[in-house]
């Protein structure tokens, strides 16, 4: 077996990088690393652009969930950040799949290929998840949250997780393909032929908008996008809403979208507010085996309609992550510009200044949707 | 086209029957009704057994469900009754796939045949279910519920209910078939395919005992069940689980089943007690990517573990009846002797002992699991 | 029940209708028919506007499938026809899915209903097929196969084959959503997920052009025509093929697949040639796992590759007309104006003018590709 | 990560094995190899049992498939033979999922677990089928085909081809998991939901008797086993066939079948003979829609009748190896004891005798079905 490493002169890599790491909760240190080597089956990526997520925020004031279950994940040294894309500047042994210089974008997810989830495709669910620590490695690595993350300028990762960005896409519409991955993974889970079905999306957070992009891709109708701010509901109408429904100008919302649909209600819901009362209105406004995807969730136990949803024989998935190749599925759409995902890209920032960036992604201040970061400018 | 129907000398059908009807809440009445003759597709039976189901007490208490939404349901001349099996006795037009005098079992739910869900074979789903009231029939019938049941002598059925008894399965074992498609349509929506899975089943009443022989017969492996009382939990053994769990005795029923699959949590989770704990132990005893079906509900809101839910990529499947043509698998399995369901039919009486048959139902006298109704003895 | 059937004033419905029935093989006759009544969940239609399939050809030359077994299928006031669109005149009893004055589209099966492929949506493939001649009425039709097509001006049918057709699409458009329906019904039954995956379509006869502007719509990528005509070729770029190949001017059109799709081969083929030589290359060009939708045949036994099929794990799906609802899926893309399917609409006739029009068809006069037929024109 | 591999003193581990070696087509010679250490994710195995597969007879004429491509596949030092189980007796890196002392069988491909098909579970479709020679090792593995085999003493497996044998299975039983895990896998793919539907097993060789013994653990009604030798059709009587047909002994095979199962035909063929008579047989016993298992193939192209194939809708599934852990589906039957699948092992030879093992396999002396070797005997 050849193990050489392979390298271009085009794309020097320095030994070290900036890179900002998780101090005390809520606390991110512009610190340097070392900048690795691929092992086999991997590339060293120039991270181009980082989106950032609200997952995001939650790790940086919880720490990353794996890694609370083995202490304090706090000041171990930790680099959030995990929707990014890049240029590979190196090749690991036994790589073919790509050449330096191609431009990537990233799957968080590398499952450890060996547990019975993985060996289905459902590599967000590995059964080793988070088993990276220690002596133990199985190889499952969701880089923001289990391992190192990608507010910083390199990073490594498995072939497994990188989707090849077309030249014509700029770098911060590749950092959303992962975004649109989650609802594809979601409708690939809930059965996904769509096409000509009514569906509902509840949210229009940055999941919930690339959700109305990816069923209107699919060839859902109608499309019906819910929410409460009007400039958002705006998006999704230009993302392939056929119709936007706000819950405060609308006196009873499962009617609204009954008015819609039919009496009967809908087929599919996607999930993408997590509260109590989104869920069961989601449930309510189903039609009798009708199926719902659950892209968000409260962060606490929360009263359900189970008697509804088992009486009315309703399917409930709860997704996390975006499995089954589908951020390949949804490359395919946003390479063929089917929708325009840049529609929620509202902010960019320089590296150094992901403090400021962040604070505008969680106050949402200036209308902030997504927000990206540019680790070379 | 030929409009005759065939009756058979070897089978004098009476103008009139035996038949016990609705009154007020928790009334039943002896009463007598015409013995119609059935349409096209469909058969005359002589009912020679019917089970009592949990549903039908309250059915008796409450009404039929799809009845409740056109006014009161009492009074109505309504027959309770869904778990029967009888004898051909007439034939109507076009019918050949049976022959009088061949005895058959029925599922409960005939779909219209032409709604989006009997279109995908999901016709306990139909979505014009309860629609035969008045002037629009659409077809859909499900007997017991919405149209009239079986604590009579006589029942009309559309062939699409019906599976042939063999000969050597008696009329009371035959009245279980339907409970058991109950758990093969649930396992099927999950994606069927159990062997050497490991399945929890919780709640060892009719359909939870008869999910744990029709998840061993699948090749589940192991199979656990987990209840509160120790004779019901022998029966489980016996129906082919592997362990059974008394959760009054054990610490945290979490534990004890990871004890038995391995920390990870386990595959399948049939929720047969329809309790808020029952429903969130299951959510935490599952492994990243498991799913739930749920068998049975509570009858108001409940506080469910959606966070954990989400996070672990659980799917939760509500199943209401018997779908997908599963009662024929089911019946496959119980053709074969792969587990005997009479060991959860405890009691037998006859039609004129009814309101002591459901007294015995419902208040669990003398250890009653499953009761039968002989309408002919 | 209600038994009536409602009309309008604002649709009179003749007596009798102008009628093309089949004489003798090759020979049709222009007659008259009665204007039948529809019954319990049936409509009458006006046709507004009939195509013609290649396989309307072969039942004029040796009468329909079904018939034949019932004797000589010739000289038996039968119509042929089966892609056909109008507006509704008549309701059966029963049916409030529709209204009077609905343009609709329709598929060309009507299922049983009762059989087990009809309830699991595969009603193309009733086990009861052309069971509706004499006294054994099993409800199958296959209106232009089994039952009295559409060369005519009026036609019953089941509201299971309906499909509403928007107002700003044309009749002739409308008459093609069927051929779309028969690879949407392909690609559903070979998994359909394929976005990002590479298909070949192979003949870029109607249903191999629609077949491209489906596969596109889905998101394949790249889809690649292979056919012997340039200007269909050509049809076919504009309809979404994003490579082209005439296998007159290619040395080896595998590998000229495979210089598009990588060394590996592709991950579908749709194969409309219906010929042996397509059929091996479509194997030769699959990747390992692959799958082949034959959407045509050939007459008699050809010689296949079934070494190299089972050795690389192919899968091949005989498809035979548009199950499993797939055409309300074609429709939902063409509603959309995803593709462009008039592009292979090349001629209009009027009904009384069919002869001329079959033989445009069958000589494929002045590039014909589909002919429509407007009855009232 | 720590990289130490874990042996055990209760199995020492010698530096060289006895190892049989392919020389020119039809030599095998006894040689000596040396007993290599296992990397992470693998383990080593002291090979207790190993079946002769017809495949081996074919592998030893022809050479390795994969090999054959890159040169001459004979006289490389290559060991034959695939069907194996025995004892770990060494762990690589990260392995804590099975213990030294535990007695495994294997599946033969270890896919790469990167290519499209890999992620589907499809890993003996692997798109890197065979690419683990020179210095592009993709990490597929196929022992016994690309990697070297089992006729030997040792062997290292990746843990994904690894099946934990229950204490009370004998060695010779347990090399028969992977024969029973090849018509699980191809029912798998038909659907899996085989209970209470037909099924005929043609070719009552290792792969088609368990064929019949995996579908009537399924649940399948019934199942019908057609070949030429009355001895092999008792044996598959005992497996579980409702009905034996002998070929040779009735008037019309398709007739035969569908007295047994209805005019309208079977719903499922596992075709294991191989021959153009039994696929064309096979499809003409085909009811509408249903579906063919190619668990076997011809050695040059047929003549097929795919005209009664497309317009009967019915699929045909080209079976390559036991993929989507369909061997762990076997084992859970097996364990179970639902079939006794020792009843097709005829012989066992020692290491040494191999060449005369074979010649039984090959010329099918004394009956021979099943041949077990044990190396240590």
Redesign the interface.
Same mark, same amino acid.
């Given at each position: 077996? *050849?193990n050489s490493i392979k390298t271009s002169k085009k794309f020097p890599i320095p030994k070290t990088m900036k890179a900002w790491v998780l101090g005390n909760p809520n606390e991110i240190k512009l610190s340097q690393k070392d900048v690795l080597l691929p092992s086999k089956?991997e590339v060293l990526i120039r991270i181009d652009a980082v989106a950032i997520c609200a997952t995001d925020l939650d790790v940086i004031s919880h720490g990353p969930?794996a890694m609370i279950k083995g202490g304090s994940p706090f000041n171990k040294n930790f680099t959030p950040g995990h929707e990014y894309m890049g240029t590979i500047v190196a090749l690991g042994p036994?790589v *073919?799949?790509f050449e330096i210089g191609d431009r990537v974008t990233v799957e968080i997810h590398a499952g450890c290929?060996?547990c019975?989830?993985c060996?289905?495709?459902?590599?967000?669910?590995?059964?080793n998840?988070g088993l990276n620590y220690g002596?133990?490695?199985?190889?499952h690595r969701a880089n923001g949250f289990t391992s190192d993350g990608g507010f910083k300028q390199y990073a490594i990762n498995h072939?497994?997780t990188l989707i090849k960005v077309p030249d014509d896409m700029t770098d911060e519409e590749a950092t959303l393909v992962v975004t649109a991955g989650t609802t594809?993974y979601g409708l690939? $889970?809930l059965g996904?032929?769509v096409?000509?079905e009514s569906v509902v999306v509840i949210g229009p957070g940055p999941i919930g908008l690339l959700g109305v992009a990816i069923a209107k891709?699919?060839?859902?109708?109608p499309v019906i996008l819910v929410g409460t701010r009007n400039n958002r509901l705006e998006i999704g109408k230009k993302l392939g809403a056929d119709f936007v429904l706000n819950v405060n100008e609308e006196n009873n919302i499962i009617n609204s979208v009954k008015s819609l649909v039919g009496e009967?209600g809908v *087929?599919y819901v996607i999930e993408c507010a997590g509260t109590e009362q989104a869920?069961?209105e989601a449930i309510l406004m189903c039609?009798?085996?009708a199926k719902i995807c659950?892209a968000?969730?409260?962060?606490?136990?929360?009263?359900?309609?189970?008697?509804h949803?088992?009486?009315?024989?309703?399917?409930?998935?709860?997704?996390?992550?975006e499995?089954?190749?589908a951020t390949?599925?949804a490359?395919?759409?946003m390479? $063929?510009k089917?929708f325009d995902a840049k529609l929620i890209h509202t902010h960019t920032f320089k590296l150094n200044d992901l403090p400021k960036a962040l604070k505008y992604a969680r106050e949402r201040i200036d209308g902030s949707i997504k927000i990206v970061i540019k680790p070379w400018e």
């Open positions: 077996m *050849d089956s969930p036994s *073919d799949e290929g060996q019975k989830r060996r289905m495709g459902m590599y967000t669910s590995c059964h998840y002596n133990k490695d199985k190889g072939v497994n594809m690939t $889970e996904g032929l096409s000509g891709s699919l060839g859902a109708s009967i *087929d869920l069961n039609n009798r085996g659950l968000a969730f409260p962060h606490k136990k929360i009263k359900v309609n189970i008697p949803l088992v009486i009315n024989n309703i399917y409930m998935y709860g997704i996390r992550g499995g089954k190749s390949h599925r490359m395919a759409f390479k $063929e089917r």
